[in-house]
Each structure stands twice: as C-alpha cells, then as structure tokens.
C-alpha cells in the first residue's frame, strides 16, 4: 500500500485510538489482550478502501468489537482454569477520566466484573450501546446479528447488570475520607481502625494468580475480612506503604513492602464505609501501573 493511502488510514486511527482501546478493555477486561486487539485492527484498517467508508469511527470500532468477542472467547476458556479468583487488570487511569462519571463507572473494576457474568455478544452490545451510545444498527453490524435481535440483547444485558451494579455512588469526600481511615489502619497495623472503616458484610476478592499467595475464593463479612488483612500485615517484618492512586477511573491504594510493589487495592465505599476490595497480586496483570491510561468515548 503506497504512502498516500497510509497516511490518511495512520491519522484516522490515531485519532480514534484511545476510543479504540476503551472499547477493547471494557469487553476483555484485559489491557494486554485489548492492545493485541488494537494492533490487529490496525492490520486490517489499512487494507480497507476509505474512500468506501462513510463512518470512520463506526467501522474501527465495528473491527475492533470484532476482534475483541474473537479474543473475548479464547479468553473464557482460559479463565476456566485460572487459578483462584480473577479480576480485571488495574490501569492508573488520569484524574480527567474520573470527570466522566459514566465512562468512570463503566471501566471500573466492579462493573467489568459484572460484565463478566454476561455472554460475550451481551457483553459487546451493553459496552457499545450503554457506555458508547451507538444505534442499533450499527451494533448490529459489529455483532452480527438482527437489529430486532439486538434490541432483545440490549434489554436482557440492561436488566442484567442494573441488577447486580451498586445502587449508591458515594460522594467523593467519603470515599477519600474512607479510605485515608483504612489505609492509616493498615500502615500503622491499627486492627480496631481497620474494624471500624469495614463494612460488615464487606466483601474481599483477591487475584494472586497461582504465582502470589491470595484468598482462593472471594472472602465476606468484616470479622473474616478483617483476619485476612491483619494476617498479611506482618508480611516477614516488610514496611508496608499504600500509595493513594487512581486506578480504573477511580481512588484505590497500591500497596508496597519495602518499597517493592506488592499489588493494588481498588475499593468500593458505600454509607462512609469499605464494603468491597478487590486486590490484585498477580505480577502478570501489574504491569500497566507505570504510565497513565487515557479512556475515551
């Protein structure tokens, strides 16, 4: 393909990219796996006729959606004997995205995990519909499928997740307020403030990945929580830090022992209290923590 024709294709793509990205992490829940799937959008981009192209945009992400229901199926077969709990791969996210209340919730870690419990077309059709706002007909073409039948999967995806999604946001002084509390009690190994800022029917869920020690199963209730934190604390005598962060459009805390990175804490506050953590040890998943990632839609 001559250089005329790339260069367009190049900014087009350029210029859509973190859209592109966005879209590809929230059906996959994976960065890594969302970039593979950028880079074979890219591959099939430039061999496409823009001048048969009305809708730029509409057709990356037609490719892309595509691409990540493809990689979305491989990837259920090997979670399927994934080792322990797993959660979707942290992102330091920038404070704008936090801006976009909508786009925020959407690339959290609590509601990829409750995309997870969705098939991968359901998947696709809420992403690009409740979170991009693409008509029907045009998620039709992405999943292949009837309009009619994707109005059907829209609704069912709809009711699925408005079950399932938190029915509070908190504030954002109380979530900061909650969580300078827990990690003032995890630093300085304080067990009653730790009590004190957990919800009592707090849920843990830990990813460790087979490589790090992690809880096997999700962890609930304040006093059982509370046992598995206090027995982490005293980690072979290491100093443990948390370092406030935004993680996946929101605050969580990066934990390091002995300033060595140990692992993210992204957690949810509800009623002035930590009712949700989701922590990630797997090394294999930390790897986005060094640079800032730009969400878009």
Not at 176 to 189: D, I, P, Q, W
Request: glycine share 6%; hydrophobic share 40%; aromatic share 6%.
């Amino acid at each position: 393909m001559c250089a005329d024709t790339t260069e367009p294709a190049t900014e087009t793509f350029v210029r859509h990219r973190n859209l592109l990205f966005t879209v590809a992490y929230e059906i996959l829940g994976s960065a890594t796996d969302a970039e593979d799937v950028l880079q074979e959008t890219w591959l099939r981009w430039v061999r496409v006729d823009l001048d048969q192209v009305r809708d730029h945009r509409a057709y990356l992400v037609r490719i892309t959606t595509n691409q990540a229901l493809s990689r979305l199926r491989t990837l259920g077969r090997r979670k399927e004997t994934y080792t322990g709990s797993w959660l979707p791969e942290p992102l330091l996210t920038v404070p704008d995205v936090a801006d976009d209340v909508e786009l925020a919730e959407s690339v959290s870690i609590a509601m990829l995990l409750v995309l997870e419990s969705l098939t991968p077309t359901e998947r696709a059709v809420f992403v690009l519909r409740e979170v991009f706002a693409f008509d029907y007909d045009e998620i039709a073409r992405s999943v292949d499928k009837t309009p009619a039948a994707v109005r059907q999967i829209a609704h069912r995806a709809r009711s699925h997740v408005a079950a399932r999604r938190p029915r509070e946001d908190p504030s954002a002084a109380e979530t900061e307020a909650a969580l300078t509390a827990f990690r003032r009690a995890v630093e300085t190994g304080d067990v009653q403030g730790l009590l004190d800022v957990l919800s009592p029917d707090v849920v843990l869920v830990a990813d460790g990945g087979g490589v790090r020690q992690a809880v096997p199963r999700p962890v609930s209730g304040a006093d059982k929580v509370l046992r598995v934190l206090t027995s982490g604390l005293d980690r072979v005598g290491a100093r443990i830090t948390l370092e406030p962060a935004n993680v996946n459009g929101g605050p969580a805390l990066i934990m390091r022992l002995d300033g060595e990175l140990d692992g993210v804490l992204a957690c949810r506050v509800d009623q002035g209290r930590v009712s949700s953590i989701y922590y990630v040890r797997n090394p294999e998943k930390l790897s986005w923590l060094d640079t800032g990632i730009e969400f878009s839609r």
